[in-house]
């Protein structure tokens, strides 16, 4: 009997042993799926961008959205629902390309939520022919769907300076 106690004993020894070794190695996959799944949040900004410049910011704000999509334009209430944003964004004008890349991102530990953030052009024409360029900056909040796609839910966006006078961190 002792003999036996002895050995669970040894075995638990060698068990809390094992585990207390593995315990690192199982908080990397838990990183790496982080690191994965953030990277596809970026991916999803790119490709709502390159989407913008393929058949519009308007159509591309719409077909990137969530169905509970929360839209904050300038000196409006906030727009509810994919609806709404589609009847707000059929009034941008064609004459005016948005572009934007995102310059960093975070994700929740779950790997299912996070936001991006970046810089904007906006690029007009005028009557005249001429170009009119201005500069912002953005917060777009993103949620994992059921189907595995990332879509947006807010976006938010203001001013900025042009490149060229912008601060480093």
Do not use: C
């Amino acid at each position: 009997m002792m003999h036996q106690m002895k050995t669970q004993g040894a075995i638990s020894a060698l068990l809390a042993v094992v585990m207390a070794a593995a315990a690192p190695l199982s908080a990397a996959p838990a990183f790496a799926a982080d690191e994965v799944a953030l990277a596809a949040m970026m991916d999803a900004d790119r490709a709502f961008a390159a989407r913008a410049g393929e058949i519009g910011a308007a159509a591309a704000f719409v077909e990137f959205a969530a169905p509970d999509v929360r839209a904050f334009p300038g000196g409006a209430v906030p727009l509810k629902g994919k609806g709404a944003l589609a009847e707000w964004t059929a009034g941008w004008s064609p004459a005016t390309e948005i572009s934007w890349a995102p310059e960093e991102g975070f994700i929740s530990d779950d790997g299912t939520f996070g936001y991006t953030w970046g810089f904007s052009e906006f690029r007009t024409r005028t009557d005249d022919g001429a170009e009119d360029v201005t500069f912002g900056k953005y917060v777009t909040v993103w949620r994992k769907q059921p189907d595995g796609a990332w879509k947006w839910v807010a976006d938010l966006g203001n001013a900025a300076p042009p490149p060229d006078q912008r601060q480093p961190d």
